[in-house]
């Protein structure tokens, strides 16, 4: 297992998200204990110590399962996660309550990380509201020693990220992004990697084979590149290109079942970042997939100044390849329209073409509106 530094701590570059572990009969929240349990412990015995969790996985069970599994072993052995749920804004009153429920289900007296979750445009401004205080109390729970390092996750956008970092920035000590070669550009990930080595903040990893969408590939990509590298898989090559970027601490992968485990800590056995040539080819090999399925928006903005109903249809758009792209996976779109007017939304459309007339990529922007709220069920 390879293993990185952070403040004194060695901390496994594979980490255990736990938002995706075997379960029983489908249903999500009825987590398969004996399957997570014998994957724990071959996590352990494969050198990972790094162990992520979340309020709401799992419907609230993934905290029960992990400090369930967690309390075999050394307290001392493993560095465990969690996060404020903030993705739902009505637990912004309830910090020190959900805080205090969850060392009760995790069983423990301390986290080792914890994280402003899921910091995006649906919730900045309830999260840099000091009325709730949540900022505030658990600066307060690290200073008793109950958190050991503050942190936060991030879906918004890098303005979204930068209103957070200017607010509260010199007390983050690690963010949780997420990153792989779809998202480099798809996302902006080069991006927000950008805006965190400028706060000189740490980067973790989430989604970074895209909730398995980068481990298994259409023959044209995967024979790419089977040619660069024959000997190494499909899934390997995402997280090559995680171990390409500087700055990564450790990678959050939600493994499911014993097999995607094993490979993992086998990719993990050794660094082995991708060189110029082959991170052209992941970057490009994302490209074209990007161009199969997005719509092609280069923010010019000439349509807004054209749109008799004032939409931000850039943004929508990008929304609109996000929900495209994720498929029934996606939750990204449905949380960022959350934070847009009601007279705003794309279904306000008035299909008037205005904007289509203006757009220099010739993009039916109406039909695609009229699409995405369709998708959302707005339509």
């Keep these: 297992m390879i293993y990185t530094e952070f403040k004194g701590k060695k901390l496994s570059a594979l980490g255990m998200g736990n938002m995706r572990l075997p379960v029983l009969d489908g249903d999500d929240a009825k987590i398969d204990v004996g399957a997570a349990e014998e994957m724990f412990e071959y996590a352990m015995k494969g050198g990972i110590n790094y162990y992520d969790t979340a309020y709401g996985y799992h419907g609230g069970q993934s905290e029960i399962v992990v400090g369930q599994l967690l309390k075999k072993y050394p307290r001392d052995s493993f560095y465990l996660a969690s996060k404020f749920p903030g993705y739902d804004l009505t637990n912004m009153p309830k910090v020190k309550e959900i805080f205090e429920e969850q060392l009760k289900k995790c069983q423990v007296e301390y986290f080792d990380f914890y994280l402003f979750h899921n910091v995006c445009e649906m919730n900045i401004n309830q999260y840099l509201d000091p009325q709730y205080g949540i900022y505030k109390y658990l600066l307060e729970q690290k200073a008793n020693g109950r958190i050991k390092h503050l942190g936060f996750s991030a879906h918004g956008d890098i303005e979204c990220m930068t209103r957070f970092l200017d607010a509260y920035g010199e007390n983050m000590e690690f963010c949780q992004i997420e990153l792989n070669y779809f998202d480099y550009a798809f996302q902006n990930a080069k991006g927000k990697i950008e805006l965190l080595n400028k706060y000189g903040i740490p980067i973790w990893v989430m989604e970074p084979v895209r909730g398995g969408q980068l481990a298994t590939l259409s023959d044209k990509f995967a024979d790419k590149l089977k040619a660069a590298r024959p000997d190494e898989k499909i899934p390997a090559w995402a997280f090559r290109f995680i171990q390409s970027i500087p700055n990564v601490g450790v990678t959050l992968s939600g493994m499911s079942n014993m097999q995607q485990l094993k490979e993992n800590i086998a990719v993990y056995a050794e660094s082995k970042p991708l060189n110029e040539e082959e991170m052209r080819l992941v970057l490009g090999i994302a490209d074209e997939m990007i161009a199969e ?59 008037c073409h205005s904007c289509s007339k203006v757009c220099p990529q010739t993009i039916h922007i109406p039909e695609v509106l009229h699409c995405f709220a369709e998708k959302m069920g707005k339509a």
Excluded: R, W
């Design 293 to 351: 399925t997005a719509v092609a928006c280069t923010g010019c903005h000439y349509c807004v100044s054209h749109c008799p109903k004032q939409l931000d249809i850039p943004f929508l758009l990008k929304l609109y390849n996000e929900a495209v792209v994720a498929g029934s996976g996606d939750f990204i779109a449905p949380m960022a329209l959350a934070s847009i007017d009601a007279d705003k939304q794309p279904e306000c459309c008035i299909g």
